[in-house]
């Protein structure tokens, strides 16, 4: 297993925070869940890390993706990133082609998608480093088993869940144009999960007046960079609430 955490390019990811969020997480219990998984950027790095019995991911854009990682076959090859590669790739997307899935964070810029983010152009992963991250992602999505769902994250029955449990929230920005999804998440909704809450869990958000009012101040602040956020790239402050 390498070193460094593998991440995966997609808008908002948390693949450079991932080590610290996962070193502030619980480092076992019974199920790990995460209901807006994004790439799968902080489970590739907790499940190296952490030990749960089970572990679940929710998401209803990139549900796919994880099910093609998890089948992926050990002979898949990533071309070169070329404008025909992203063009020839994102027609085969629409026929819903498992190789075009597992391209398309490759392919796209900053991984925001074939629909909405046009082609990465070349400053990303080249082809021989993304196969190899594809690969580990791939192992570890099998060795854990992980249970991969696309539903809307308001129809998981959170009040099934225990003390033993922990839930992940990194949901859309609020008041964000975060591309990949919609402004429609319902953030006051999630703020009520939470506040309810019978399991454990971590919430990374920006300093926004509902979290601060509802509940209290971030336990961490972190400076971090955004490198796409339709103006250029800016310093944002990333915030941590948990309840344990």
């Known amino acids: 297993m390498p070193r460094r955490n593998p991440t995966i390019p997609y808008p908002g990811a948390k693949g450079k925070l991932a080590p610290k969020l996962v070193s502030m997480m619980p480092r076992s219990g019974g199920l790990f869940i995460e209901p807006v998984a994004g790439r799968g950027n902080v489970f590739y790095s907790a499940a190296m890390h952490l030990d749960f019995v089970k572990w679940w991911l929710n998401d209803i854009q ?5 099910r093609a990682l998890k089948g992926m076959k ?37 991984g925001g998608g074939y629909k909405k983010a046009g082609f990465g152009g070349k400053r990303s992963a080249n082809a021989l480093n993304y196969g190899k991250t594809l690969s580990v992602c791939s192992s570890l999505l099998r060795k854990n088993k992980v249970k991969i769902t696309q539903l809307d994250w308001e129809k998981i029955n959170f009040d099934k869940l225990g003390a033993d449990d922990f839930v992940f929230f990194d949901p859309p920005y609020l008041g964000a144009d975060v591309r ?4 429609q998440f319902n ?8 506040k309810n809450a019978k399991f454990k ?15 209290g101040q971030p336990c961490e602040r972190l400076q971090v960079q955004l490198a796409c956020d339709g103006i250029g790239t800016k310093r944002r402050v990333e915030c941590i609430w948990k309840n344990y």
């Open 180 to 183: 990949a999804y919609s402004n």
């Open 62 to 66: 990139t549900a796919p993706f994880f």
């Open 187 to 194: 953030h006051v909704k999630m703020v009520e999960v939470l």
């Open 201 to 215: 869990w971590m919430l990374t958000e920006y300093e926004q007046p509902l979290y601060l009012n509802e509940l």
């Open 74 to 110: 050990r002979s898949f090859v990533v071309p070169e990133r070329t404008k025909e590669e992203f063009i020839k790739y994102r027609e085969l997307h629409q026929k819903g082609d498992v190789s075009a899935i597992l391209l398309e964070p490759y392919l796209t810029f900053s």
